[in-house]
């Protein structure tokens, strides 16, 4: 078994919290502590540094704390968890930017860290100066940056530029030209903080793209620190989970996200009951709740776009009767704040009963669940509204006159490696082959895109 890249041992980092004091506005007071500071400095002078703060006023935090973790080469790791948890800490050690206070780390190979905004540029010297610069503490040779100089500036799209200081540079401009030099200067291990939500959208998925590609096709190990789970699960194999300092999962990066998102997925009562609602139809069988599933049983209180779900239907045999045949269907809806902000009207989106799919049931007990499964949900983030109905023999049994709110939630639909954003779509998403082809030479443009049948 090869050695790991990264090995971490009980790895610890403290910091000291001074909290001052709230000053006496008493004019007594002013002076009593004025003439008490004055003595301590003339009878103690060598105490003055340490009576300077009080101990009341000195607090321990420790960012860290008896972290432990293996990571080996070609590990593409995901490290997520809430502001304050100690994502950026730890790669600040790890990029021995940071003394730790406890433990030990071991790194093999040249680390390339983009931590914060035109990390490691120097402001007054160029774009093209400073790629050279960035090279040699990576320690690369002239000849070796050279050869990638092109590519370099290509990536980071600041062609027109690349001779101009870097202190000019916006935001989005010198993150992209760190990152640039980051990712291709081949180094070993590249580490990348949230610094890449500085650009846009269009570049934050070219950045993508190249991590994939360089853990994919260059076997190099990436750690990534991102609020977006959709990138952490599209780009990484794995991931950890920091809570207050500790490491509280690292495993598959699927699981890691679906365990820090739970409280997001879950409630205390995510189950939807139907008691005491206005019901229409003969009252065979009545839906008594709703609630949503994952492929493998946990509850949901909310969904991702683009994830498997289930849609559970709770019933009830009113009569204990086995009827012979019966269908559950439901329709969804925008709800209508989301409506409005579309500028679309109240209405249905999407409709669907088993029976559209021949499927119906027989002999139901006297209290049952009749579940829907869907690969991937094909609704865009926001606000909906789910009805329901059952229907006995093609007559109508029950239908509750409840409608129940459906949270849908940013998710990579599309498998580009970035949750969509909330408001930027339709409330339908839809996935196809795209293809490009040249007109043929018998056909005009106009007539090859039309083909009719006799």
């Given at each position: 078994?090869?050695?790991?890249?990264?090995?971490?041992?009980?790895?610890?980092?403290?910091?000291?919290?001074?909290?001052?004091?709230?000053?006496?506005?008493?004019?007594?007071?002013?002076?009593?502590?004025?003439?008490?500071?004055?003595?301590?400095?003339?009878?103690?002078?060598?105490?003055?540094?340490?009576?300077?703060?009080?101990?009341?006023?000195?607090?321990?935090?420790?960012?860290?704390?008896?972290?432990?973790?293996?990571?080996?080469?070609?590990d593409?790791?995901?490290?997520?968890?809430?502001?304050?948890?100690?994502?950026?800490?730890?790669?600040?050690?790890?990029?021995?930017?940071?003394?730790?206070?406890?433990?030990?780390?071991?790194?093999?190979?040249?680390?390339?860290?983009?931590?914060?905004?035109?990390?490691?540029?120097?402001?007054?010297?160029?774009?093209?100066?400073?790629?050279?610069?960035?090279?040699?503490?990576?320690?690369?040779?002239?000849?070796?940056?050279?050869?990638?100089?092109?590519?370099?500036?290509?990536?980071?799209?600041?062609?027109?530029?690349?001779?101009?200081?870097?202190?000019?540079?916006?935001?989005g401009?010198?993150?992209?030209?760190?990152?640039?030099?980051?990712?291709?200067?081949?180094?070993?291990?590249?580490?990348?903080?949230?610094?890449?939500?500085?650009?846009?959208?269009?570049?934050?998925?070219?950045?993508?793209?190249?991590?994939?590609?360089?853990?994919?096709?260059?076997?190099?190990?990436?750690?990534?620190?991102?609020?977006n789970?959709?990138?952490?699960?599209?780009?990484?194999?794995?991931?950890?989970l920091?809570?207050?300092?500790?490491?509280k999962?690292?495993?598959?990066?699927?699981?890691?996200?679906?365990s820090?998102?739970?409280?997001?997925?879950?409630?205390?009562?995510?189950?939807?009951?139907?008691?005491?609602?206005?019901?229409?139809?003969?009252?065979?069988?009545?839906?008594?709740s709703?609630?949503?599933?994952?492929?493998?049983?946990?509850?949901?209180?909310?969904?991702?776009?683009?994830?498997?779900?289930?849609?559970?239907?709770?019933?009830?045999?009113i009569?204990?009767?086995?009827?012979?045949?019966?269908?559950?269907?439901?329709?969804?809806?925008?709800?209508?704040?989301?409506?409005?902000?579309?500028?679309?009207?109240?209405?249905?989106?999407?409709?669907?009963?088993?029976?559209?799919?021949?499927?119906?049931?027989?002999?139901?007990?006297?209290?049952?669940?009749?579940?829907?499964?869907?690969s991937?949900?094909?609704?865009?983030?926001?606000?909906?509204?789910?009805?329901?109905?059952v229907?006995?023999?093609?007559?109508?049994?029950?239908?509750?006159?409840?409608?129940?709110?459906?949270?849908?939630?940013?998710?990579?639909?599309?498998?580009?490696?970035t949750?969509m954003?909330?408001?930027?779509?339709?409330?339908?998403?839809?996935?196809?082959?795209?293809?490009?082809?040249?007109?043929?030479?018998?056909?005009?443009?106009?007539?090859?895109?039309?083909?009719?049948?006799?």
């Amino acid at each position: 078994m090869p050695d790991p890249v990264i090995s971490v041992e009980n790895l610890g980092k403290k910091y000291i919290l001074s909290h001052q004091q709230q000053r006496s506005t008493n004019l007594r007071e002013v002076i009593s502590e004025g003439a008490k500071t004055l003595g301590r400095r003339f009878f103690k002078p060598s105490d003055v540094p340490a009576t300077r703060t009080k101990p009341s006023e000195v607090e321990e935090f420790w960012a860290l704390r008896d972290v432990s973790f293996e990571i080996e080469q070609g590990d593409v790791v995901g490290i997520i968890g809430g502001n304050g948890a100690g994502k950026s800490t730890l790669l600040k050690i790890l990029s021995q930017i940071t003394e730790p206070t406890t433990g030990r780390i071991k790194v093999e190979g040249r680390v390339a860290s983009l931590l914060e905004v035109g990390t490691g540029f120097h402001p007054d010297l160029t774009g093209r100066e400073n790629i050279y610069l960035n090279g040699a503490i990576l320690g690369m040779g002239r000849v070796e940056i050279k050869r990638k100089f092109d590519e370099i500036v290509e990536f980071a799209e600041v062609e027109k530029f690349i001779d101009t200081a870097v202190k000019y540079y916006s935001s989005g401009m010198y993150v992209r030209l760190a990152f640039a030099v980051a990712a291709h200067l081949e180094p070993e291990l590249l580490i990348v903080d949230e610094v890449l939500a500085v650009g846009d959208v269009s570049f934050q998925k070219k950045c993508m793209g190249k991590m994939g590609d360089i853990a994919t096709n260059e076997g190099r190990t990436i750690l990534l620190v991102s609020h977006n789970m959709g990138s952490i699960e599209a780009l990484c194999t794995k991931a950890m989970l920091l809570v207050g300092g500790q490491i509280k999962q690292f495993g598959s990066a699927h699981d890691v996200v679906l365990s820090y998102l739970e409280p997001i997925y879950q409630s205390k009562s995510p189950l939807k009951k139907f008691a005491n609602c206005t019901r229409r139809g003969n009252g065979k069988l009545q839906i008594i709740s709703f609630h949503m599933e994952s492929p493998e049983g946990t509850v949901l209180e909310a969904i991702k776009s683009g994830d498997a779900v289930v849609f559970v239907f709770g019933f009830e045999n009113i009569n204990t009767q086995p009827y012979e045949r019966f269908s559950i269907g439901f329709s969804i809806h925008l709800s209508l704040h989301m409506g409005q902000e579309m500028g679309l009207h109240y209405g249905c989106l999407s409709h669907y009963a088993s029976h559209f799919s021949q499927v119906h049931f027989r002999d139901p007990p006297d209290h049952g669940y009749v579940r829907c499964g869907f690969s991937e949900l094909s609704l865009s983030p926001g606000e909906y509204i789910l009805a329901s109905y059952v229907m006995v023999a093609d007559e109508e049994a029950d239908r509750p006159h409840l409608p129940i709110p459906i949270t849908v939630l940013p998710g990579d639909f599309y498998r580009t490696g970035t949750a969509m954003e909330k408001d930027m779509w339709g409330p339908l998403l839809v996935k196809g082959e795209w293809e490009l082809s040249a007109a043929k030479d018998d056909l005009s443009m106009s007539q090859a895109s039309v083909r009719q049948t006799p």
